[in-house]
């Protein structure tokens, strides 16, 4: 399957995406809070922090004030450590990323504490809009029950950066983690998956209707 059938094929059964955010700090800092925790969590945050969430708002919080802002995500020491490293590093740069590459820019972000390669690219693709894949553990593992068979995330992004643009990207990301929270899980639940016809482990799934 082509990397734009496939983006149709998603999206047929979910629907349009909307985009993260038009705001590249909150996306920052949301790909932060995100890790090891549920999205629903995530958007408690966010609702707590609504009209309040910039550089120059979380510089001036205390470390005890900036754990408990984003406790509901728990790890709130080393989320916040990681915060403030990366909102020093957007204030400083947030001017000069326009004219680097893009693996410069990733491996800037990848040696604060707390960013490793889907954050970055997260960040990358959701607050600067450059083309990235976000290969993870989603990613991984629906392409293989589909049956693409990748043997490196590399291949992964070649594959799919190769055909598809910075919006395609970031929808194919979100409805990724769309299917894989909702069919897609560490147990499939191909049954009630509306892609299962197109998916070799859910075709494998599906009883044998045949007569004789
Ligand atoms: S059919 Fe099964 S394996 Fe395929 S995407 Fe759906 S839940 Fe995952």
Avoid at 55 to 73: K, M, Q, T, V, Y
Avoid at 94 to 99: A, G, I, L, P
Avoid at 119 to 129: E, K, M, S
Wanted: overall charge neutral.
């Amino acid at each position: 399957m082509s990397p734009c059938g496939f983006l149709r094929l998603l999206s047929s059964v979910h629907g349009p995406v909307s985009w993260w955010s038009d705001d590249p700090y909150q996306v920052i800092v949301e790909a932060v809070i995100v890790q090891n925790t549920a999205w629903e969590n995530v958007l408690a945050v966010r609702r707590s922090l609504s009209g309040k969430l910039s550089p120059g708002w979380l510089s001036a919080l205390s470390d005890e004030e900036l754990h408990e802002a984003i406790r509901p995500c728990g790890f709130q020491k080393a989320k916040g450590a990681c915060l403030r490293s990366l909102t020093a590093w957007f204030l400083e740069n947030e001017d000069r990323v326009r004219c680097l590459e893009t693996e410069q820019i990733r491996d800037e972000l990848m040696l604060i504490r707390g960013v490793g390669r889907e954050t970055a690219d997260v960040i990358l693709l959701y607050a600067f809009h450059w083309p990235v894949f976000v290969t993870d553990a989603y990613s991984r593992r629906i392409l293989g029950r589909f049956g693409f068979s990748f043997s490196s995330d590399d291949m992964i992004r070649d594959y799919f950066e190769g055909s598809l643009g910075t919006q395609e990207l970031g929808s194919l990301h979100w409805l990724i983690l769309e299917t894989g929270r909702t069919w897609c899980r560490k147990s499939p639940r191909c049954h009630q998956c509306p892609l299962a016809s197109s998916c070799a482990t859910g075709s494998a799934a599906q009883p044998n209707t045949r007569l004789g």
